[in-house]
Nanobody, 114 residues
């Protein structure tokens, strides 16, 4: 079992920055992939960024060049720069363990005002 707790969401003006953090506990040794997803009202949940085996990264097309994902032991962070109103969503941390199970955090709201 893996437990995930996100922090760092909030309200920011367009062009500003926020940093999200996700702390994992439990069987953290079994985590292969940590990722951030987001879901805006009326839209499907989408991948924002993921980090595989602690160093390989992938980003969604809409955030490339603006967001950076990083991992340090049991914490994964998402540095979000040049935020746009369309980045407004609930952001979820996710961890995939070797057995294939995906664990989710409770989500943190990010609101970008224009």
């Amino acid at each position: 079992q893996v437990q995930l707790v996100e922090s760092g969401g909030g309200l920011v003006q367009a062009g500003g920055s926020l940093r999200l953090s996700c702390a994992a506990s439990g069987s953290i040794f079994s985590i292969d992939v940590m990722a951030w997803y987001r879901q805006a009202p009326g839209k499907q949940r989408e991948l924002v960024a993921r980090i595989i085996s602690g160093y390989r990264t992938n980003y969604g097309d809409s955030v490339k060049g603006r967001f950076t994902i990083s991992r340090d032991k049991n914490t994964v962070a998402l540095q979000m720069n040049s935020l746009k109103p369309e980045d407004t969503a609930i952001y979820y941390c996710a961890a995939t363990v070797r057995a294939g199970t995906v664990y989710w955090g409770q989500g943190t709201q990010v609101t970008v005002s224009s």
